[in-house]
């Protein structure tokens, strides 16, 4: 099931039948296996890879570090799980860089709206003891896909 998860991560569009061609399984064997992963909670969800300057040009997405204070009996979880319930927030992770604890993802409007949401929100939650917020100035490569085919100027630079 690893290649069928793989191939799965790298197009959602795949169809039973092409994913059946290449994996010399099946059509039934795959529709069965993608339930069984989707069942089990491995498949959380289906999505599309945007580029986010063409698709709204009004969106802004910083990278927020958070410094905190683990909880006794829940560690990280309970502050994680306050933050993810903010619809500005598109993903938590915990880290282990040693500066920061949580990685939180989040959109806005302009940057303002981000900076009120960590002022307001992220930095008044029990726990937080500090922030540091990097705004996204332009996306590369997203889950393996190229975000932006720039043309390359082939013009040789010729120097005075």
């Known amino acids: ?8 991560s790298q197009n959602a569009r795949f169809t039973n039948a092409q994913l059946a061609a290449m994996l010399g399984r099946s059509e039934q064997t795959i529709k069965e296996q993608i339930k069984k992963l989707e069942d089990d909670g491995i498949i959380k ?4 890879i945007l ?19 683990p909880e006794r009996d829940s560690g990280f979880d309970d502050i994680a799980r306050t933050i993810m319930m903010y619809d500005e927030v598109e993903a938590v992770s915990l880290v282990s860089s040693g500066t920061y604890d949580l990685s939180v993802t989040v959109k806005g409007k302009d940057f303002k709206d981000i900076a009120l949401f960590v002022a307001q929100r992220l930095s008044t939650i029990a726990g937080v003891l500090s922030t540091s917020t990097h705004f996204v100035l332009k ?22």
């Open 51 to 69: 580029n986010e300057n063409l698709a709204d040009k009004n969106t802004i997405i910083a990278y927020i570090e958070l410094k905190v204070t």
């Open 45 to 48: 969800g289906y999505s599309a």
């Open 139 to 160: 996306t590369y490569k997203e889950k393996g896909i190229f975000i932006e085919d720039e043309e390359i100027d082939e013009r040789d630079y010729v120097a005075p």
């Open 1 to 8: 099931m690893d290649k069928l998860i793989d191939l799965l």
